[in-house]
């Protein structure tokens, strides 16, 4: 079976349509290309699709490349007949080609081969051929001191060496119990004496089993952490042995004896055949599928860590986007004071300060009376809220300010500011602000992040936001080849003004590459902005395929031509000039007519080169053209006089943002200083899977108080608006559910807001910190002051 073949068979499509894509692919396509303009030539493959396709393109292209490897190894030894190839072509997996070739691979000497070139296999052979051979008669003739077998129980050594390899290098055999442990075994793990103190972090995992397909990711990492740390032993048991097992040989032994024909019927060599059996599980064959059930656990913790991540950081960049507003970005801090950085509509800086209202100065009211000063002279209409360090004492601050001097109609959100130091102290940033210190930046960023999420956080190496779990102790190349591909999917799916948009933006544009980007601001700045898509082809090095690749994704609103402020790619253009001559208007008139688009057929103006597809996308564009795929920009309507977590009783309905979303649940802030905690078990009336099905970060939802711990700052919500909650304070946990929920949008004018789209993770601690170490989850890793 082809790569082709076998991709179309595991995406259930045509084998077509994979050769097609194969073929864009290693032309030089991105997938967002593929996915937008070329949904003929894939039968309307997604990018979803698409990228599964990629990921398992480069997976099954690096397995034909090992079986290549390993054909030439094993026929350079004179080893390959017919079967052996055979084998070596049917492994479908990486795992499986190894297994096969495990024999042949170079290796050290082993004590097997010493055994082989002293003339013991025959021996090892007759004893397991013919059982009624009694061990010691058989193996007198093979003593030999010139060999270096120096008595009868140093050739049955041998002779056992070599069998105790054959059974572990059985490749059927080995591909069995693999599946047989991963199915039945458990990790287990227990403290180290005297680690309890200092590893307090992993309690509990102090005394802790369970088995290997029930635990999530997790659980996986925060045990591996915690064994590199050392704080725990683990130990991966091949499964719970009843009483009855434990007295005499293990299924896996059993399975081993009935693969070689081994069995104990009285014979001279059974008891023999049947010890080396057990020696080879103990020895050799548990110690391999130890080692590759360890391998299994963690590549399977690092997929779902990464989609976590993924996911987390394609809510953060699609949040909603605040716009042209002229906005206040606060980085909070303690002893260092809180950085202010006051951005215009567009997101230059008009002024920065730094104030002190925290500890040790306490300078309260002078800060409130500069913040009051900067908003009013630059006509401020958002806070942004960096969510770090001291975040929840400047939130007050921000709240204090809108009580104080309500006449501002200051709009206060808080930001997730993960990656905000990093970016501050890059070269970009230096360019960017070189008349502001690296703390400053921090909050210009903190701003701009509100405004334009995408546009911003793009700025940023995507594993520095920081918003996935256990992030170091995945693997870099996966980490980093997966969130790129979130960040190219984002931002070619939103489209890029080529007349704002930065270099660090315009590089993650379909086509566009970090040096190309650069030539586009360079040629931009010397000669004003673009006017047409047409013009794109005069930047250096810009040439007919990458203008290809790029041009539909970039847009300039009110250029020369309409259709460049539209994600309609330039070689459709024809097309459009055909729906214009059957309307008889011009393209202006026509564009935001929906009436008479969706009027239109669409086969009436396909043909050879752009079929239905295209000619519908283009149609559903010029209805709404340069539309943002993202959501309007809302905030939560926070309840008046429930000002902190105090304020809460059980039974009460609010209004709030979901700011994170976890595994077991999500975050949601009500307006009281500290997240509540929404567990997966509270989202609906139906099962939930995955919480992310329900609500995503940015959501303003309603939801009623379950419970409320004022000592602990646990604060138990649900989405279930029917839900009771606990007498006296004391919630009850409601059934798992799934759906919707009861989910709702506000338009009313604000309170006390914030989040609303700010894509915001909350600070550590509190509920949050709670309900991530009971889970065993690391939390988002934060800037310190």
Known sequence: MSVEQRIAEELGVREGQVTAAVGLLDGGATVPFI??????????????????????????????????????????????????????????????????YLPYKPKRRTKAQIAREAGLEPLADLLLGDPSQDPLTAAAPYADPGK???DTAAALE????????????????????????????????????????????????????????????????????????????????????????????????????????????????????????????????????????????????????????????????????????????????????????????????????????????????????TLARLARAHRVELVAIGNGTASRETDKLAADLIRLHPDLGLIPVMVSEAGASVYSASAYASQELPELNVSLRGAVSIARRLQDPLAELVKIDPKSIGVGQYQHDLSEVKLSRSLDAVVEDCVNGVGVDVNTASAPLLTRVSGISASLAENIVLHRDANGPFRTRKALKDVARLGPKAFEQCAGFLRIPGGDDPLDGSSVHPEAYP?????????????????????????????????????????????????????????????????????????????????????????????????????????????????????????????????????????????????????EAGPGGGGQRPQQGAGRGERERSGRPPRQQRGGGSGALPPAGGAMADALRRAGLAGPERRGR
């Open 575 to 723: 097309v459009v000039r055909r729906i214009l001559d059957a309307t008889g208007g011009d393209l202006r008139a026509l564009i935001g007519n929906g009436s008479v688009l969706r009027s239109l057929k669409p086969g009436e103006f396909a043909d050879g080169t752009f079929g239905v597809p295209t000619v519908t996308d283009i149609l559903k564009e010029l209805e709404k053209p340069g539309r943002d795929p993202r959501p309007a920009f809302r905030t939560a309507t926070f309840k008046e006089g429930v000002d902190k977590i105090s304020d809460l009783l059980p039974g009460m309905l609010l209004e709030g943002v979901v700011t994170n979303v976890a595994a077991f649940g999500a975050f949601v802030d009500v307006g009281v200083h500290q997240d509540g905690l929404v567990h997966v078990s509270a989202m609906s009336k139906n099962f939930v899977k995955d919480p992310r099905d329900v609500v995503k970060s940015g959501d303003v939802v309603r939801v009623k108080v379950l419970d409320v711990d004022v000592p602990r700052k646990r604060i138990s919500l649900t989405l279930r608006l029917d839900d």
């Open 35 to 100: 996915a937008r303009y070329r949904k003929e030539a894939t039968g309307m493959l997604d990018d979803a699709q698409l990228r599964t396709l990629e990921e398992r393109l480069r997976y099954l292209r690096e397995l034909e490349e090992r079986r290549t490897a390993i054909l030439e190894s094993v026929e350079a030894q004179g080893k390959l007949d017919d079967a052996l190839r055979g084998r070596i072509m049917a492994a479908d997996s990486k795992a499986r080609l190894e297994d096969i």
């Open 158 to 369: 041998g002779a056992r060496a070599i069998l105790v390899e054959r059974f572990a290098e059985d490749a059927d055999l080995i591909g069995e119990l693999r599946e047989r442990m991963w199915t039945r075994g458990r990790l287990v793990a227990k403290v180290r004496d005297g680690k309890e103190q200092d590893g307090a972090k992993f309690a509990d995992y102090f005394d802790f089993a369970e088995p290997f397909t029930k635990l999530p990711s997790h659980r996986i990492l925060a045990m591996f952490r915690g064994e590199k740390e050392d704080v725990l032993d683990l130990t991966l048991e091949p499964e719970e042995e009843s009483a009855a097992e434990q007295t005499g040989p293990t299924g896996y032994e059993q399975r081993i004896a009935r693969r070689f024909g081994i069995a104990d019927r009285g014979r001279p060599a059974d008891r023999w055949l049947q010890e080396t059996v057990r020696w080879a599980w103990r020895t050799r064959v548990l110690v391999r599928l130890g080692i590759d059930q360890r391998t299994r656990l963690r590549q399977e913790a690092e997929e779902e860590a990464v989609r976590v991540f993924a996911t987390n950081l394609r809510d953060l960049l699609l949040a909603a986007p605040a716009g042209t507003r002229a906005t206040m970005g606060l980085d909070p801090g303690f002893r260092t004071g809180v950085k202010v950085a006051v951005v215009d509509a567009t997101g230059k800086v008009v002024a920065t300060d730094t104030i002190h209202p925290h500890e040790p100065q306490r300078r309260w009211d002078e800060s409130i009376a």
């Open 148 to 150: 270096g077998v120096a």
